[in-house]
């Protein structure tokens, strides 16, 4: 796409319009980008806990209130129906369609669940002159599941899901520092090195995503990823759902450095 | 009390005996102590949200399943029913009971929150040589409402409530830095100097706690306070509310170590 934004609210615009309906990976570098989760207020409570009890995969930025489809605090003037480039709609884990706007399926009793992503932490991982691997070689970041279970919450429980990017000892333990920095894009990471250690039987066969490039003076380092509370929800199969669309993110009003450390009061 | 106590374990089963009712403050130092916030399962979901929409003022350390008044993750074999010296039950925002176990008003529909408090960074203060006014004049911390307002979430709202420690601006920039490494424990200040900026009328006055003594080499830090969720909890007049009483607090298996930074995954 061609298009020149310069702000998560031209984003979100075009999205509204219908004019920008492509993944969101490097739009707007430096806005935070959310993972969407929609479900009924009857599993409402049960997903907030679920998240309260693994905030490594489940980072929350905001939880509208029920039937809002309104942010108040990540960005101002947007609506969640119409704002994001791609959904999905699930019935029980059936996918029902993929549209770019959910009008017709709103409902009164929907509560919208925004979750922090990595893009926030591979931008700052290069920054810091740490290469990011899926990046450099235009791919999907690799992400498995593991044998760590998460804490369940009611109906929702699961596996946790890591993304792994590979990376020599010393730029880990450089990036363990710079990524905890962003606790509420999933922190620092979960596991390094032995991938069997975590339960992940083949390291270039990943569930999601693409396999990338080891070489043979790196070792693997896995972060907690935003998959888990989708594939958790998904795996629930809770009789209505609706996601973001993979890679068809939020783009909000704030930028990486508001999603540093903790949150404010103000 | 002359009891010997070495561990939270060994607090709890004293409370359990009814042999132990006294404050907490400066029990086997280095436990985690929590607040502890108990609400009919039909409020759960609007005090969990309010929590995660207020994590400064309010950090959950761990939600019950609705009827368990086991923990699983702050301490092994806790009975929240029994293993606290003190509660207050409340009907709308009446006081009607200050037992010592609250056996009789446990019911299958109550939802427990243990929220983190602020033991936890005086003891780390301490430890990096900045005096705690309030301990040393063997006084209560003082408390304020401000005219910050927390982020309502259905039937909970109210202003946040902090607490004052006088200090030196060198000290106020360390106690910055070293209490920003427990956001489980209200994390770092928010707010220092002018208390008319918060909307404190007389610092001499707190609305709860005692006041104490402001050297004129000294400003006053504010943090935000663990008094926040109980004060909003009570102020909405839900029909049935059970807390522990001011200063009893639940004493944890968790070393305030592992209250510091990012939570674990395992």
């Given at each position: 796409?061609?298009?020149?934004?310069?702000?998560g609210?031209?984003?979100?615009?075009?999205?509204?319009?219908?004019?920008?309906?492509?993944?969101?990976?490097?739009?707007?570098?430096?806005?935070?980008?959310?993972?969407?989760?929609?479900?009924?207020?009857?599993?409402?409570?049960?997903?907030?806990?679920?998240?309260?009890?693994?905030p490594?995969?489940?980072p929350?930025?905001?939880?509208?209130?029920?039937?809002?489809?309104?942010?108040?605090?990540?960005?101002t003037?947007?609506?969640?129906?119409?704002?994001?480039?791609?959904?999905?709609?699930?019935?029980?884990?059936?996918?029902?369609?993929?549209?770019?706007?959910?009008?017709?399926?709103?409902?009164?009793?929907?509560v919208?669940?925004?979750?922090?992503?990595?893009?926030?932490?591979?931008?700052a991982?290069?920054?810091?002159?740490?290469?990011?691997?899926?990046?450099d070689?235009?791919?999907?970041?690799?992400m498995?599941?593991?044998?760590?279970?998460?804490?369940?919450?009611?109906?929702?429980?699961?596996?946790?899901?890591?993304?792994?990017?590979?990376?020599?000892?010393?730029?880990?333990?450089?990036?363990?520092?710079?990524t905890?920095?962003?606790?509420?894009?999933?922190?620092?990471?979960?596991?390094?090195?032995?991938?069997?250690?975590?339960?992940?039987g083949?390291?270039?066969?990943?569930?999601?995503?693409?396999?990338?490039?080891?070489?043979?003076?790196?070792?693997?380092?896995?972060?907690?990823?935003?998959?888990?509370?989708?594939?958790?929800?998904?795996?629930?199969?809770?009789?209505?759902?609706?996601?973001?669309?993979?890679?068809?993110?939020f783009?909000?009003?704030?930028?990486?450095?508001?999603?540093?450390?903790?949150?404010?009061?103000?």
């Amino acid at each position: 796409m061609s298009l020149n934004l310069n702000t998560g609210s031209e984003v979100r615009a075009q999205c509204r319009k219908g004019d920008f309906t492509a993944p969101t990976a490097g739009q707007v570098p430096g806005f935070v980008q959310a993972n969407l989760v929609i479900v009924p207020a009857e599993f409402a409570y049960d997903f907030l806990l679920f998240c309260q009890r693994n905030p490594k995969p489940c980072p929350i930025l905001e939880v509208l209130d029920k039937g809002s489809p309104q942010t108040r605090l990540i960005a101002t003037d947007a609506d969640l129906r119409t704002d994001l480039p791609k959904y999905r709609v699930y019935e029980s884990d059936k996918i029902i369609d993929e549209p770019n706007n959910i009008n017709k399926y709103w409902r009164d009793d929907l509560v919208s669940f925004l979750l922090g992503c990595s893009f926030t932490f591979d931008r700052a991982l290069r920054e810091n002159g740490i290469p990011v691997r899926h990046e450099d070689e235009g791919r999907n970041v690799p992400m498995y599941r593991t044998n760590i279970p998460c804490k369940s919450a009611g109906v929702f429980q699961g596996p946790l899901v890591v993304s792994m990017r590979p990376m020599t000892a010393d730029f880990a333990l450089q990036a363990s520092r710079i990524t905890g920095r962003f606790p509420r894009a999933h922190g620092s990471p979960v596991h390094l090195g032995d991938p069997s250690q975590i339960g992940i039987g083949n390291i270039n066969r990943p569930d999601y995503g693409e396999s990338v490039t080891i070489h043979t003076n790196e070792i693997p380092v896995f972060w907690a990823c935003g998959v888990t509370p989708q594939a958790v929800a998904v795996a629930s199969k809770i009789p209505f759902l609706i996601t973001h669309s993979p890679g068809h993110m939020f783009v909000s009003d704030w930028t990486d450095n508001q999603l540093e450390g903790e949150e404010k009061v103000r």
